[in-house]
């Protein structure tokens, strides 16, 4: 897995939760990339474990309503920013059953 | 010696009972799809693929598939969606093999086709296309799309049922739709309303073998129609009462139904008086039995949903059931004596079979 490979223009760390690791074996909970907006980061994601990106993003397209994606500590939208550098926790909300 | 499959969707995952065609011992497998609800179970026998329809509150809709009878899974949503804009599809209900294709029908109401075996779906527009769509209203599990029947010798012909829209018809292969509720009620619009075009809560839609009669069983009754849908008949005289969700079809015999009634939509939807039967009727639906024999007969507080009972295609045929409960029920005589085969499952969505030789 290119894990790394792509980090150098502008370089994040998506982190990612067992849950979602779980359903697309051999994906790490760490994953570094190069992604200017959390749109890029999904597409990115989407790109090396491909159907990744419709478990985060809905077709409207928006980031599902049960999925957090966090930049910063803030919670984020598809055409959020990320800064260079910084790590986007991907996180499933709480949920009853 | 025949392999006999019972496919369990449950709200938390997939299972397989397994027996041999004595169906007498049974063994468990599972959970299935990461614990993910899984509303329809099934098996394409022509190619040996199990796929299972679901959806997850966090992530989407998808088609889960085995090509190994549930050693190794994947899952899929890619083409599983409407334009952007759109509400996006929340879940797959149902889904059904034929000639090598797969459709799925999903919620809010849609009909998607596979030509890959789960793989890619393309959506199936005309029925979105239909001038009532706008008027559409959700049942309470939604606005989804749970039958979809075919005529295995048109290809052309497909019938669908969403809840609570009705019963809808294709001759073209999906791309002209008409609905076909004619002589079922409505029982929940105005007086003077309760034979609509559309709008009926068809609860589970089923092909009798052989021809060209459908059953369904209805918010609003059970009905038979003998012309493809175009008129339907109550067939409710002679049971407890006129709600229910599944039906099942003989594998063989068009006469003969089995049907689950509950006590009523706003009494708990539990067998009636505490004590549970499976209807059967060998005539059409002119004249029922009620098969009880090894079924709960007091304190039973269970409701059976809409895709959780089935038949196999041995001789005599099998026939099982699920309950919210958790609890899965056989028998391997028609109905006449039956046994619960798992006992602690979470809630029970859909149970189908697959009998391999």
Not at chain 2, 87 to 116: C, H, I, M
Request: hydrophobic letters at 35%; aromatic letters at 10%; a negative charge.
């Amino acid at each position: 897995m290119e894990i790394g490979h792509n980090s150098g223009d502008h370089p994040i760390v998506a982190r990612l939760q067992g849950v979602m690791v779980d359903l697309f074996p051999g994906a790490p909970r760490r994953v570094e990339m190069s992604a200017r907006t959390v749109a890029e980061m999904i597409d990115e994601l989407d790109r090396r474990w491909p159907g990744m990106g419709d478990r985060i993003r809905d077709t409207r397209p928006a980031i599902r309503k049960h999925m957090n994606v966090f930049v910063e500590g803030e919670r984020a939208r598809l055409e959020t920013e990320i800064p260079r550098g910084a790590e986007v926790f991907i996180i499933t909300a709480i949920s009853g059953g | 010696m025949a392999k006999v499959m019972v496919l369990i969707g449950t709200k938390k995952g997939a299972f397989i009972a397994e027996s041999d065609e004595a169906r007498k011992e049974w063994s468990l497998r599972g959970p299935f799809c990461n614990m993910w609800p899984i509303h329809h179970f099934i098996a394409d026998p022509a190619t040996g693929a199990l796929h299972g329809a679901g959806g997850n509150e966090w992530f989407g809709p998808a088609i889960w598939t085995s090509r190994d009878l549930g050693e190794t899974w994947t899952h899929s949503s890619q083409g599983l969606a409407y334009e952007a804009g759109k509400e996006p599809v929340a879940a797959a209900w149902s889904v059904a093999p034929r000639n090598g294709e797969l459709y799925a029908g999903v919620q809010p109401a849609g009909l998607f086709r596979s030509t890959d075996g789960g793989e890619t779906f393309e959506h199936i527009e005309g029925l979105q296309n239909h001038p009532t769509r706008p008027e559409w209203n959700p049942g309470g599990a939604g606005l989804i799309l749970h039958s979809i029947v075919f005529d295995p010798k048109d290809p052309e012909r497909i019938w669908i049922g969403i809840s609570s829209a009705g019963v809808f018809y294709t001759e073209d292969g999906g791309k002209t739709w008409e609905p076909r509720n004619k002589g079922t009620r409505a029982d929940f619009f105005p007086e003077d309303q309760r034979y609509p075009e559309f709008g009926q809560c068809v609860h589970n839609l089923v092909r009798a073998a052989g021809s060209d009669r459908l059953y369904q069983q209805n918010h609003c009754g059970m009905y038979r129609s003998d012309d493809a849908g175009q008129s339907w008949q109550s067939i409710e005289e002679g049971l407890p009462s006129d709600f229910g969700f599944p039906a099942g079809a003989h594998p063989r015999d068009p006469e003969t139904l089995f049907l689950i009634p509950l006590n009523g939509a706003e009494k708990g939807r539990f067998v009636p008086d505490g004590k549970a039967a499976v209807w059967r009727t060998r005539d059409g639906g002119r004249t029922w039995a009620d098969l009880r024999n090894g079924l709960p007969q007091e304190n039973a507080y269970f409701g059976v949903l809409r895709q959780a009972m089935a038949t196999d295609r041995l001789e005599p045929a099998g026939v099982y059931f699920g309950t919210g409960t958790g609890t899965l029920f056989a028998s391997a005589d028609e109905g006449e004596n039956w046994v619960s085969i798992a006992d602690h499952l979470p809630t029970i969505s859909s149970v189908e079979t697959y009998v391999i030789d």
